[in-house]
């Protein structure tokens, strides 16, 4: 699988927007096991994700390169990782 783009929880998971088959967010847990994250409801390939507000990311199901690219909200139930970057 390859992967295209990771994001944070506050309590340390990261999630991983890929290209596995059949679900392309998998979400790596602080002890290190692997799960797919609503495994019957997102598909793949997963090119980004970016969160949102509250407990919501946006994840990009597609890929720009065959121009069929859908934005799915999905609410985790989690905040994101404090952010450090630029302001």
């Not at 934005?71 to 139930?77: A, E, T």
Request: aromatic share 10%; charged share 15%.
């Amino acid at each position: 699988s390859e992967l295209n783009a990771f994001t944070l929880s506050e309590e340390g998971k990261m999630y991983l927007a890929t290209d596995h088959s059949p679900n392309g967010i998998l979400v790596v847990n602080e002890d290190g096991s692997l799960l797919s994250l609503y495994s019957t409801a997102i598909g793949t390939p997963i090119s980004d994700i970016v969160w949102g507000n509250k407990n919501f990311f946006y994840a990009v199901q597609g890929s720009a390169n065959n121009q069929n690219v859908t934005v799915i909200k999905v609410n985790i139930g989690r905040n994101s990782a404090p952010y450090y970057g630029r302001k």
